[in-house]
């Protein structure tokens, strides 16, 4: 049953609350992680970067794509980060014609992935066959670099490939990519400090 129309941002806000309490961290054997650790698993793993000069890339579709531009242009000024956003629409649909969509991500990160270097991948289902396989290719590449954000179902592939995977427990793609955005949030501000 709708609630009523008053009630519906209380409802709301308390949904998004809820989803971002019980937001669950793991680690790449899907062993359980407290925020605090999160969230500094990450950050030293920037701040190794930034040191050794490498780069971290950031990927995703639709809204998650915007989150992925947003967080690699705060990484590279405020991080003092060489940040990247894989989302140029020439080198996207040069690679998804030349090669198809599914791969388009991977066949770029082929290209400019190094060993040492981080992804970001974004993806509110977790199963995008573009961001999965993207980030499989990061995870042979440099496996305690890779880093996941997901939703909707709590069993998800891509949920499964990252040194620290964050999963949102909503199927609402506003609260889900609200709730990425906070934690980047927080990831960038933390740096910053740093």
Same mark, same amino acid.
């Given at each position: 049953? $709708? ?29 359980? #992680? ?42 590279? $000024?405020?991080?003092? #980060? ?66 996941? #954000? ?45």
């Amino acid at each position: 049953m $709708k609630p009523p129309e008053s009630s519906y941002p209380l409802e709301y806000r308390r949904r998004y609350f809820q989803s971002i309490q019980e937001t669950e961290f793991t680690d790449l054997t899907g062993k359980r #992680l407290d925020e605090p650790d999160w969230l500094s698993s990450i950050v030293d793993s920037l701040i190794a970067i930034r040191s050794s000069k490498k780069s971290v890339y950031f990927i995703g579709n639709g809204a998650s794509a915007s989150i992925a531009s947003h967080y690699a242009s705060d990484m590279t $000024k405020n991080g003092n #980060l060489k940040a990247h956003s894989l989302h140029d629409g020439a080198l996207m649909t040069c690679f998804a014609n030349d090669y198809s969509y599914a791969t388009a991500f991977e066949q770029i990160l082929t290209r400019y992935f190094e060993n040492g270097d981080a992804l970001f991948a974004i993806s509110s289902s977790g199963k995008s066959e573009n961001i999965v396989r993207a980030t499989e290719l990061a995870k042979q590449r440099s496996p305690e670099n890779v880093f996941t #954000l997901t939703g909707f179902e709590m069993v998800n592939p891509l949920r499964t490939l990252g040194a620290c995977n964050l999963w949102v427990p909503s199927l609402n793609y506003g609260t889900v990519e609200s709730a990425h955005s906070y934690y980047l949030h927080m990831v960038v501000d933390r740096l910053c400090e740093n």
